[in-house]
């Protein structure tokens, strides 16, 4: 799988093969992309979850209780645990309840 984590003004992506996934900032707050779905992350709608593995990394995003983004990646491919970490620690503290 091919990896590359790009950074804009406006948020973070990386190409996973054939695949576009990251995250932009919009005037509404912060959107998580999966090829064309998105995801407006200021509901509490969402969840994401990141599942260590001893050859493989599990990424899982949910959306109402249903997983939407789902995909194994290299344990060397970092940049999707920085995107998980910036959903966590950036994103998650902005909710509305």
Known sequence: MEERLDSTERGFYLKL???FFGMYETPDGPKLFFNKDK??????????ELVIGRKNNLFIFYWQGETKISF???KNQDSVIQLYRLLQERVSSKRTR
């Open 17 to 19: 093969g054939d695949d």
């Open 39 to 48: 995801y407006r992350l200021t509901d509490s709608k969402w969840e994401v």
């Open 72 to 74: 194994r990646f290299n």
